[in-house]
């Protein structure tokens, strides 16, 4: 398999090095913020790739096996499907993967308020949506090119991250006043 930490490793090193050389040329406090918040999230982002994407199974006897014995993670196109059984039977492992689902996308929302004040709420929720249609999407055709569902789109997994999203955006408008105040947001271009 394939594991995470190759794209943890590549897209980290992109922005450090894109946002570093950044930095090097125009040396100021708004400068190593915004070079910072950027870092930051590639660093983010190159997780979220690596936790939603990662490790990719390519060994044959493995795909075969999966196959063989329909192993695999079914599809879900029905909103909230699962989740109520969820909490009538105490199953609480899928409640856990809700909220992981629902945490892995706040700092999404934050981030992108923070690195781009100008756009409205609703784009930020939007781009968070749009993300993670691409994630369960990419899920999806990866299965389908194995055969077998290693990952599996799940419509809960979107609804959930753009939850987290909205949160991360909350959360924002609830500190930008502090963020403003302790010079923490970056000025407008």
């Not at 983010?44 to 790739?49: D, K």
């Not at 004040?117 to 930020?124: D, G, H």
């Not at 939007?126 to 419509?155: A, M, P």
Request: glycine share 6%; net charge positive.
């Amino acid at each position: 398999m394939i594991n995470g930490n190759v794209p943890v490793i590549l897209i980290s090193t992109i922005f450090i090095i894109v946002f570093g050389i950044k930095f090097l040329r125009n040396r100021n406090k708004e400068s190593l913020l915004r070079s910072f918040y950027y870092i930051l999230f590639g660093i983010y982002l190159s997780f979220v790739v690596s936790y939603t994407l990662f490790p990719l199974p390519y060994q044959k006897e493995l795909k075969e096996l999966m196959i063989d014995e329909n192993l695999g993670v079914p599809n879900n196109l029905i909103p909230f499907a699962g989740i109520m059984e969820s909490v009538q039977t105490g199953y609480y492992q899928d409640l856990v993967l809700i909220a992981l689902n629902i945490l892995l996308f706040i700092p999404f929302g934050f981030a992108l308020s923070v690195l781009f004040e100008r756009l409205k709420k609703s784009s930020v929720v939007l781009l968070g949506f749009i993300t993670s249609l691409i994630i369960e999407s990419l899920q999806f055709t990866y299965s389908q090119y194995l055969g077998y569902n290693y990952r599996s789109f799940d419509v809960n997994d979107l609804i959930m991250n753009t939850l987290g999203t909205i949160i991360g955006v909350l959360i924002f408008s609830l500190l930008r006043r502090y963020l403003k105040e302790q010079n923490l947001l970056l000025s407008r271009d």
